[in-house]
């Protein structure tokens, strides 16, 4: 187990984490930091309820993020897809039935 002090909003906090994840936590706390940088209308609040609000903006950011790539991944679906499939479904069903009218047939 390592420590890492990070600063956050000019405080200094200790934090435990796995050895080797040091610069990696020191990086998340950064993220936080700036993004409590870019908060100046919550001065005046305290400090439980600044962090709150970084974190809930940072947690709609990650939400957005997921939420975008789960779009690019899934191919858009046309307005007509189930319509298009009933006819390829319709077609299929009359080729058998051609193809069974030959069977019997020969």
């Known amino acids: 187990m390592s420590n890492v002090t990070l600063s956050i ?5 200790t934090v435990a984490c796995a050895k080797g994840e040091e610069k990696h936590v ?3 706390g950064q993220v936080i930091d700036s993004k409590l940088a870019s ?3 919550l001065s005046g609040q305290n400090e439980v309820r600044t962090l709150l609000f970084a974190a809930l903006l940072l947690a709609d950011e990650l939400h957005e993020a997921r939420e975008f790539r ?5 191919p858009a679906i046309p307005a ?3 319509q298009k499939l009933d006819a390829i479904a319709d077609k299929m069903e009359n080729l058998a ?3 069974e009218t030959d069977a019997t047939n020969a």
Not at 9 to 13: K, Q, S
Not at 70 to 74: E, I, Q
């Open 80 to 82: 007509d897809f189930a």
């Open 39 to 41: 908060m100046e209308s």
């Open 26 to 28: 020191a990086a998340l």
């Open 97 to 99: 039935l051609l193809l």
């Open 70 to 74: 789960a779009a690019a991944k899934a």
């Open 9 to 13: 909003g000019g405080r200094p906090f």
